[in-house]
């Protein structure tokens, strides 16, 4: 992301308030979006019987009313969802968009795009288990799509 540094005392008045008010409409606009999941690594191992494969895994723990914009996993990647706590609600590729509970899993083939990850609740957060079998050489496992 590219920063620009802005010098107030240089700027005349009307120029100042102008840059303000866009700044505070953008802010309200970013703000009325869904609050991002966030992603921490939870473990890789390589497959010992398997050469060239591994199991990673990565707990994904979204806020109320939070979301993954769309995305794909590596191309090798086959992706079990296992929901830890809360509901989430997911669409893999044209299926039926669906619920999974706390206890309850999810697949995604290679390939797949996953077209709805989100908390299936406004006031209570949510989280789960994303488990990847995948090339031991991918790096990238998740891309969001358009980007």
């Known amino acids: 992301m590219k920063r620009t540094r802005v010098v107030f005392a240089k ?10 008010a866009a700044t505070a409409a953008i802010s309200g ?3 009325a979006q869904s609050p991002p999941g966030s992603v921490s690594p939870a473990f890789r191992e390589a497959i010992p019987n398997i050469p060239g494969k591994s ?7 979204y806020p109320p009313g939070g979301k993954t914009p769309p995305h ?4 090798s990647a086959f992706v ?3 929901v830890l706590s809360g509901e989430i ?5 044209d299926g039926k968009v669906q619920v999974f509970k706390a206890g ?3 697949s995604e083939p290679p390939g797949a795009l996953h077209r709805i990850s989100e908390n299936a609740s406004a006031t209570e957060p949510a989280k789960l288990l994303a488990i990847f079998i995948v ?3 991918d790096t990238e496992l998740t891309t969001i799509e358009g980007k």
């Open 29 to 31: 606009a970013a703000l």
């Open 55 to 61: 199991i990673v895994a990565a707990v994904v723990t």
């Open 80 to 82: 079990t969802g296992y």
């Open 11 to 20: 700027l005349k008045p009307l120029a100042l308030m102008a840059m303000l």
């Open 104 to 106: 309850e899993s999810f």
């Open 72 to 75: 794909h996993h590596a191309r």
């Open 135 to 137: 090339d031991t050489n």
């Open 89 to 93: 609600r997911s669409q893999v590729d």
